[in-house]
């Protein structure tokens, strides 16, 4: 093992965490119930870990992407039914991302939304064309870890500790109406989804090939998604505590997501808010990128195009043009004049629609001795999976008709 | 697996991406043409492209892919068949049997400079 890779890798995995989704619901979730729902962050946050070590397993050892073998697994039709919903899903997501970019763009510059849109569009594009799979996916994930400052401010805000610590146990506010109850189920439902998001496994799996991972790399993988993604976490978590702490009490509601920029210039001042605002932009530009791959990704496997930027993008022209197409797309959408949050609430809805679709074939291949051989899952491995899947699809069934009742969280 | 072995034809091959000789990816098993009848049937060949998915899909989603993707299908004699695992690994080239068409009229839409 590279403890260089490995350290790389964790750094990656930690500035990569957090996306507009989770930087939005965080935000909210702290203002409106405290520390209640830091428990649901861990917890979803142990099943990313459980399915990213799957999804990277199954990739340096049966040497396939998941889709391919999803595709043989679960055969034309239904693999077909899977390719589409996370396209539909990845898109969508996608799309907030960029307007999440847009938005740190103008908030940044001052220069209009649209106007950073499609600026934003075209770095991104420019970044993938010109950048190989390694250096796109350290470059967006180290900077990411300017969102460091998000946890250095909860720190020196000198915190009620022991509230945050009792956050990590499972519970529900006391004396909440049956409206706030359902609201509470929402957000508990919707930092699932936002944690769980299909694209990761998809990227991080392909990732893997793209790295040309093999057996070696079993213990590198395992390694980064427990420490890598449960650091992430750990930030998605400040930004909860920070706007408990700052938004609750004074009952601002941080919808926007420049809203949670403020948290690090109450601590450092102008420098905080500014190392704020690039950590989120590098952190949710990061996750635009990954979207769109992933669904590049899931397109050229699916069909058994050629595929990846380990490769020169005229070298697997067919992946090229879908990434690209895939952007105009997404930026599209946000130029249509949907706003950013509507695009997130619709990005964590059909996300944890899709979950299911995502994480059963993931546990069946895992599970797979055919694919797996020596390496299938153990006996842990398979417990927290089906634990996890039950979760999911709970989660799946209760999220539409919890989307209605709260007007997508507004109570 | 070497493809002179049993096995279970459709859960072994179906859907399997194709790998040429040259580990370029060349599309998937999207069906399988066999000859011959009873106890001597043997697959003649891999069929690959949309018009595999004839028969596999439900007609409207078939007319659908149709629409977008044409009906166009290559086979790939059983004899170019190296080996199968979690793909299928051709001993030949793609562009030996057309396999890689699309992807060529896709390359030559790209400029081919400014990469790392």
């Keep these: ?411 | 697996m070497k493809p002179e072995q049993d096995i279970q034809l459709l859960g072994g091959l179906l859907d399997l991406p194709v790998i040429d000789r040259d580990h370029r990816y060349c599309g998937a098993v999207d069906d399988i043409e066999l000859e011959g009848i009873g106890g001597n049937t043997r697959v003649k060949a891999l069929i690959v492209g949309p018009g595999g998915y004839r028969g596999r899909l439900p007609r409207w989603a078939y007319a659908i892919v149709r629409q977008i993707a044409g009906n166009h299908v290559t086979h790939v004699p059983w004899e170019v068949i190296e080996e199968i695992g979690s793909a299928v690994i051709l001993r030949v080239t793609a562009d030996e049997f057309g396999l890689h068409r699309v992807e060529n009229r896709a390359r030559a839409l790209l400029p081919k400079a400014g990469a790392l």
């Excluded at chain 1, 989804?193 to 790399?217: M, Q, T």
């Design chain 1, 1 to 411: 093992m590279n403890f260089l890779e490995l350290t790389l890798g964790i750094m990656t995995a930690v500035g990569g965490f957090v996306d507009i989704s989770e930087l939005v619901f965080a935000a909210q979730a702290g203002s409106t119930y405290g520390y209640a729902l830091i428990w649901v962050f861990a917890f979803a946050t142990v099943g990313i870990m459980v399915f990213g070590e799957m999804s990277g397993r199954v990739a340096a050892i049966a040497k396939q992407p998941v889709f391919s073998l999803m595709r043989h697994r679960l055969g034309l039709p239904l693999g077909m039914v899977t390719l589409l919903a996370s396209l539909i899903s990845n898109l969508i997501t996608c799309a907030a991302e960029v307007g999440g970019v847009a938005i740190i763009l103008h908030l940044l510059t001052g220069w209009a939304y649209w106007i950073m849109a499609i600026a934003a569009i075209l770095v991104l594009i420019a970044t993938i064309w010109i950048l190989p799979f390694k250096w796109i996916e350290r470059s967006y994930g180290l900077l990411g870890l300017f969102m460091l400052v998000f946890a250095v401010a909860l720190v020196k805000l000198n915190p009620p500790w022991g509230d945050i610590g009792r956050g990590f146990v499972p519970q529900i506010p006391p004396g909440l109406s049956a409206r706030e109850m359902t609201n509470f189920a929402y957000f508990g439902v919707a930092i699932i989804s936002a944690v769980l998001f299909p694209y990761e496994v998809y990227f991080y799996s392909s990732g893997g090939i793209e790295e040309d991972w093999g057996e070696k790399d079993l213990l590198t993988n395992r390694i980064t998604c427990i420490v890598g993604f449960g650091l992430g976490s750990l930030l998605a978590i400040a930004i909860l505590s920070n706007s408990a702490l700052l938004f609750g009490p004074v009952l601002v509601g941080p919808q926007l997501p420049g809203t949670a920029a403020l948290q690090p210039q109450l601590a450092f001042g102008r420098t905080g808010l500014l190392l704020a605002l690039l950590g989120m932009l590098f952190a949710v530009g990061g996750a635009a990128v990954e979207t769109c791959l992933a669904n590049a990704y899931s397109i050229c496997q699916f069909f058994g195009w050629e595929w990846g930027r380990h490769k020169k993008p005229w070298e697997a022209p067919r992946f090229t043009i879908a990434w690209i197409a895939l952007f105009i797309i997404a930026l599209g959408i946000v130029l249509s004049g949907i706003d950013v949050i509507t695009l997130v609430e619709f990005a964590v809805l059909f996300s944890i629609l899709v979950l299911p679709l995502t994480y059963l074939p993931m546990l069946l291949l895992a599970s797979d001795k055919k694919y797996m051989q020596a390496h299938q899952n153990g006996i842990v491995a398979n417990t927290l999976g089906w634990i996890y899947f039950v979760a999911i699809l709970l989660a799946a069934i209760a999220a539409v008709p919890l989307f209605f009742l709260t007007s997508g969280g507004q109570g």
